[in-house]
């Protein structure tokens, strides 16, 4: 009896199954058929979105140019390799190709590989040689890009060093005259939105959202030509007399425009590895300095201006010494009695020494303070110091 009832429910089981499969393809059919023609559209917009990425476009540079509009430092196009975490974390059999064009540490790519979750970009390396550029894009490494950007490079190396200074990897002014107007060099970037295929490559720009604006170029008072023959000159001075270093400054005498401007210890900025920071500071303008023998025309105008004394006024130097409280103040040899012009062109320590000690203490000063002796320059270098004059009021017997 029971062997008769379950053959005769085989049939009615068979066509359940065959009922519930008709109703499972048909449901997929239709589905199908709904994905390509319902949601079709849907669809399309959610892969594009999902390939579709906003590229930032960096802004070129403005020139650094000397007074003849030979550059000084100028931008060239290079490329940088970054990666995409999560899409790298899925290829660990291509990171030893990686490794090896890039010269990265394994462990460290590793590390990047595990911020899946966190980012979605990273600079594996930056600004790479148009060579090395090449055999990363050949290989094709998923979730590996390149993307554009600019390299600072300074033509005459430290030779202008202190005074043009450089820009750090992302293009921006670190010291001398690109940091203090960076915002003039640096321009504004710009972006826009790009459909991307499935190895990261840019099939199809979709729309540009702001365009880049190029940076203002700078036109500086030095003559590359002087810089040059400055920088020689100081170099070998420095290497002659064993010294620690030194400072150069050529101005022009009629305008007081800044013609070279050199210090050594130098550094070439092109270089960013054998950069020591000890050495980027412009001595000459952030430095203080006794004026030296510089003071000396200074000390004829008041004397001059005082009205008590004119170009053929004697001064005696005899016995070429000076004797001032505790020091003593010497000529090379004895001038004996000249003139302000002689005391000028010999350079006397004690002519110049006695025509100070003749005008009131209110005449120097005045005249000192007149032409810039204890202010700065207002020249905007970065950390440029004022030079020390005190008031004559405080002015005391040495």
Do not use: C
């Amino acid at each position: 009896m029971v062997k008769n009832r379950n053959d005769a429910s085989f049939p009615a089981r068979r066509l359940l199954v065959k009922v519930l499969l008709l109703v499972i393809t048909g449901g997929l059919l239709w589905r199908a058929v709904d994905l390509q023609h319902t949601d079709k559209a849907f669809l399309k917009g959610q892969g594009e979105a999902r390939h579709l990425r906003v590229v930032a476009i960096p802004a070129h540079r403005g020139k650094v140019l000397d007074r003849n509009g030979d550059p000084l430092a100028i931008s060239t196009p290079v490329d940088s390799v970054w990666a995409n975490p999560r899409e790298l974390a899925g290829e660990p059999g291509r990171w030893p190709e990686l490794t090896r064009l890039l010269g990265l540490d394994p462990t460290q790519l590793a590390r990047i590989a595990k911020q899946r979750g966190e980012r979605e970009f990273v600079y594996l390396k930056r600004h790479l040689a148009p060579q090395l550029a090449g055999k990363v894009e050949q290989a094709g490494v998923p979730g590996v890009y390149l993307q554009r950007e600019y390299r600072r490079y300074y033509p005459l190396g430290e030779v202008a060093a202190h005074v043009v200074g450089f820009t750090n990897v992302d293009d921006i002014g670190q010291e001398g005259m690109e940091l203090a107007f960076d915002e003039r060099l640096r321009g504004i970037g710009g972006a826009h939105r790009v459909l991307r295929d499935r190895l990261g490559r840019i099939v199809e720009e979709v729309e540009s959202i702001r365009s880049p604006k190029a940076g203002g170029d700078l036109v500086l008072s030095l003559d590359r030509r002087v810089q040059y023959l400055a920088y020689r000159a100081l170099l070998g001075a420095v290497k002659r007399h064993k010294a620690r270093g030194g400072s150069v400054v050529v101005l022009e005498s009629r305008t007081g425009e800044v013609l070279a401007m050199v210090n050594q210890p130098a550094y070439n900025p092109n270089k960013r590895a054998d950069r020591v920071s000890s050495r980027y500071r412009n001595r000459a303008v952030t430095d203080v300095f006794e004026p030296g023998s510089a003071i000396k025309p200074f000390t004829i105008a008041a004397a001059l201006e005082s009205g008590r004394f004119k170009v053929g006024s004697k001064v005696d130097t005899n016995p070429g010494m000076l004797k001032i409280g505790k020091y003593t103040v010497r000529d090379p040899r004895n001038y004996g009695l000249i003139d302000l012009s002689t005391l000028m062109q010999k350079s006397s320590n004690v002519g110049a020494t006695r025509l100070a000690l003749a005008l009131e203490p209110r005449e120097l000063w005045q005249v000192l303070t007149r032409v810039g002796f204890g202010s700065d320059t207002g020249s905007g270098f970065p950390g440029e110091v004022e030079g020390v004059l005190t008031h004559y009021f405080d002015w005391g017997n040495i």
